[in-house]
C-alpha cells in the first residue's frame, strides 16, 4: 500500500500518523457524497480529540478505548447524553473504516458503547399558539410557519427551497443526506403561500430565486428563521414550550398521526430513513387513545352514560372549530 503522506519512509499501518489517517478518511467521506452537516460533525470529532490527546504526533495506536473513554468524560460537563452520542460516532465510523482500509487489524474501538441516549421531552404547538406565532411576525415568517408545520419539513430545507420547488400541491425538497422528497401541503397553506408570493415578497420573482425573502431581499437563512421564531414566540406570550422550527416539525408529526396519517406516510413525508423517530411520535399519540375510547366504550354505550358526554363532547368540538377559524383553517 503506498503511503499516504506523500514520499518518506514507509511506515506500518499501525504507526501512521493519525492526523494524516484523519484526513484520508474525510477525503473519502467526501468522495463517497455524505452530507456537508455529516462532514462538518466528523471534522469537528476528529480534530476535537486529536487536541485532547497529550501526545503531540499521535498514531492510529492511540486510537483505543482509554483514550476515547477520557475525551468523552471530557466533554461530559458540557454535553447532552443525545450530544456525547453525535461526537462519538465518527470516531468509531473511522476505527471502522481504518480496519477497512488495512491501517488497523482490528476494531479498536468496537468495545466502546454510545453513551445511552435520554429521549427527549417532545411538547409540540397547539393551533392556537401557532396562530399567534403567525400573526406576531414579519410576513415572511407567517409563511415559514405555515410550511413548516403543514409540511414538517427541517428548517435548512426549508430556507433552501426556490420558487421552482414549488410544484402544484407539493415542495420539492432536497433532503438530508441527498434524498431528495416531494413534501405535500394543504389548501390552507396554499392560501398562505399565495397571499406572500402575490402580495408581500419582494419582486422580482424568477424561478431559480430563494422562496422566502427577508424584507431587505436577502434570503432567509435557518439561523435568521429560528431568531425570528423565538422573538414572535416572545411577542406571542407562547410559554412553557420551545418556540423553533423543529418544534413545529414535532408538531405537524404528532397532528399528521392524530389526524388519520399513517406511520410510513409520515416517514416518507419527513424524509426519515427508518421509523424510529416516528415510533416516538406515535407513542406521544398514544393518549388519543384513551379519548376514542370514551366516545366508544361498549358498556358506556349500553348503559347511556354516553348521553352525558354528548354535551361536553359538542362543546369541546365548538372550541376546536373556533380555535380553527381563528387559525384561518377551513
Not at 461526537?87 to 473504516?97: D, I, T
Not at 482490528?106 to 421531552?121: E, H, I, N
Request: hydrophobic share 40%; with cysteine; glycine share 8%.
Amino acid at each position: 500500500m503506498s503511503s499516504l503522506t506523500g514520499s518518506g519512509p514507509r511506515v506500518h499501518p499501525t504507526r501512521r500518523p493519525l492526523r494524516d489517517a484523519a484526513r484520508s478518511f474525510l477525503a473519502d467521506c467526501s468522495a463517497r457524497a455524505l452530507s456537508p452537516r455529516t462532514l462538518e460533525q466528523y471534522e469537528w470529532s476528529l480534530r476535537s480529540f486529536l487536541i485532547f490527546l497529550p501526545v503531540p504526533a499521535a498514531v492510529l495506536t492511540d486510537l483505543d478505548p482509554e483514550n476515547v473513554r477520557a475525551w468523552v468524560e471530557s466533554l461530559k460537563p458540557s454535553r447532552r447524553p443525545t450530544s456525547l452520542r453525535t461526537a462519538l460516532r465518527p470516531l468509531k465510523v473511522f476505527a471502522r473504516w481504518a480496519l477497512r482500509e488495512g491501517y488497523l487489524r482490528s476494531d479498536s474501538l468496537a468495545v466502546v458503547t454510545l453513551p445511552k441516549a435520554v429521549r427527549p421531552l417532545i411538547v409540540p404547538l397547539e393551533d392556537h399558539e401557532v396562530a399567534r406565532l403567525m400573526a406576531a411576525g414579519p410576513p415572511v415568517l407567517r409563511a415559514a410557519v405555515a410550511l413548516l408545520v403543514d409540511t414538517g419539513v427541517r428548517a435548512s430545507e426549508l430556507c433552501g427551497l426556490v420558487i421552482d420547488d414549488i410544484r402544484m400541491e407539493h415542495l420539492f425538497v432536497r433532503g438530508k443526506g441527498g434524498y431528495d422528497r416531494l413534501a405535500p401541503f394543504g389548501e390552507s397553506c396554499a392560501d398562505e403561500l399565495q397571499r406572500y408570493l402575490t402580495r408581500t415578497r419582494p419582486a422580482p420573482r424568477h424561478g431559480d430565486e430563494p422562496l422566502l425573502l427577508l424584507p431587505s431581499g436577502g434570503a432567509l437563512s435557518a439561523h435568521r428563521l429560528g431568531e425570528l421564531m423565538r422573538k414572535a414566540g416572545s411577542a406571542a406570550g407562547i410559554r412553557g414550550v420551545r418556540v423553533s422550527p423543529h418544534t413545529l416539525r414535532h408538531t405537524f408529526a404528532i397532528e399528521f398521526l392524530r389526524n388519520g396519517g399513517g406511520e410510513l406516510a409520515l416517514q416518507k413525508t419527513l424524509g426519515h430513513r427508518s421509523l424510529d423517530m416516528v415510533k416516538v411520535y406515535a407513542e406521544l399519540t398514544e393518549g388519543d387513545v384513551a379519548a376514542a375510547h370514551r366516545s366508544a366504550s361498549p358498556l358506556d354505550q349500553w348503559s347511556g352514560r354516553l348521553t352525558t358526554r354528548a354535551g361536553a363532547d359538542r362543546r369541546a368540538a365548538r372550541a376546536y372549530r373556533g380555535a380553527r377559524a381563528g387559525f384561518g383553517v377551513r
